[in-house]
């Protein structure tokens, strides 16, 4: 068996001690206070529709007698723990409801990384050994590792975002744009801008049935919350959008919460659309500054909301991308570290600059720096064709 590149495999071993370690935080985290989970509130959140109805997951008066007794901070309801995703989280979560909450943290856990590891599997190029070495690095990055020890649900908007990338390079864009809309079940604001880059590069069928798919599910929503529903619902959103320390990494950590921070975050998601459009005739580039986009123009994003940034970098390297493009990325594995730290500096200012790389990647790969290759002595043994 051919074995693999020295740095491939210090690669993969690093980041399977890396990811060995993180596994034993994420277990250390749920033994330690097992109602401090980010799934907790999505099983109270599912409690409270089976026991009260489906339009009452939004209620925080429910949402708190519902988490009393479940734990040290099971009955903690506030700004900071307080359920807003959309519904089929919540429905999706059912049948783990009533389940001992390690057996609901492991079966969640599980899924989750099988998704995970299926959509890895999907997009990243390479033979068995290069993906399983992505992947261990993917897990390694704190913002997924955070996804995971949190059980949130980042990973199944990132595995159905995948699956409708995959789908739109073979040109099945009906199967896309359901895909796409799945994906808005459970993360909308880490994907937001993904379809209105694939509109803005004139991929209108996608984009059509993801508007249609999505409009049958906002009726489903809306049929079971109800108008008192969708109100609380609104009014848990005003509430979690008050409180500054849910956009830690956003450009209001820069500039402060105002106006300078709105335009910012306007002038990014537009121009990442500008440059989307500019770009239409790459899809995977398309995609990208989708992704990218949507995390720099966003107003409300966690830590681990920029794991979707990993999908990113997995449809880049399918492109054999050039060794600018390939140097980033391993900037922005360290620049997403610091985050653990408490430090989103690093990672709001590589974004910018990964956005401009993107567009100048049909640039940057034709100008790569070509090494002449030092012929071994029997080669150059070998006559060359003779000419006529």
């Known amino acids: 068996m051919k074995r693999p590149p020295l740095w491939l495999a210090v690669s993969a071993v690093t980041a399977g001690i890396t990811v060995a370690f993180g596994v034993a935080r994420w277990i250390d985290h749920f033994v330690s206070d097992p109602a401090a989970e980010d799934l907790h509130l999505h099983l109270i959140a ?31 309801i506030d700004s900071m723990h307080l359920f807003i995703s ?13 389940q001992p909450q390690a057996v609901s943290y492991l079966v969640w856990t599980i899924v989750s990384l099988a998704a995970f590891v299926g959509a890895a599997w999907l997009i990243v190029p390479g033979g068995r050994f290069s993906k399983v070495t992505v992947i261990l690095v993917s897990l390694a990055i704190y913002p997924v590792h955070y996804q995971f020890w949190a ?32 994906a808005f079940c459970f993360k909308p604001q880490d994907v937001l801008l993904v379809p209105v880059a694939l509109a803005a590069s004139g991929r209108w069928r996608p984009v059509a049935v993801f ?116 140097l980033w990325l391993l900037a922005g594995i360290a620049a997403m570290q610091f985050i653990a730290l408490g430090q989103p500096i690093p990672t709001l200012l590589w974004e910018p600059v990964w956005l401009v790389l993107l567009v100048l990647e049909p640039w940057l790969r034709p100008h790569d720096l070509v090494l002449p290759v030092r012929r071994r002595p029997a080669e150059a043994l070998v006559p060359g064709p003779t000419r006529p």
Do not use: K
Not at 165 to 179: M, N, T
Not at 251 to 262: I, N
Not at 305 to 319: C, E, S
């Open 151 to 182: 059980g949130q649900t980042v990973v199944a908007t990132l595995a159905l975002a995948a699956v409708a990338y995959w789908l739109l390079e073979r040109d099945r864009w009906v199967l896309c744009g359901i895909a796409l809309a799945a």
């Open 211 to 326: 508007a249609a798919a999505g409009a049958v599910l906002v009726a489903v929503w809306a049929a079971s919350l109800g108008q008192a529903g969708i109100q609380s619902w609104l009014n848990d959103l005003s509430i979690i959008r008050s409180d500054p320390h849910n956009a830690p990494l956003t450009y209001s950590f820069l500039v402060g919460r105002g106006a300078s921070a709105t335009a910012i975050e306007l002038a990014s998601g537009a121009g990442a659309l500008a440059l989307a459009w500019y770009r239409r005739d790459r899809l995977d580039l398309v995609f990208c500054l989708g992704l990218v986009g949507t995390t720099m123009s966003a107003s409300y994003l966690h830590e681990f909301d920029v794991a979707i940034l990993v999908l990113g970098a997995w449809i880049v390297l399918r492109q054999n991308p050039s060794w600018a493009q390939r």
């Open 86 to 98: 959309p519904p089929p989280t919540a429905w999706m979560l059912a049948p783990l409801a009533w």
């Open 46 to 76: 599912a409690r409270v529709g089976l026991t009260h109805g489906w339009s009452h997951i939004y209620d925080i008066d429910l949402q708190r007698a519902t988490a009393a007794g479940l734990g040290p901070s099971g009955g903690l």
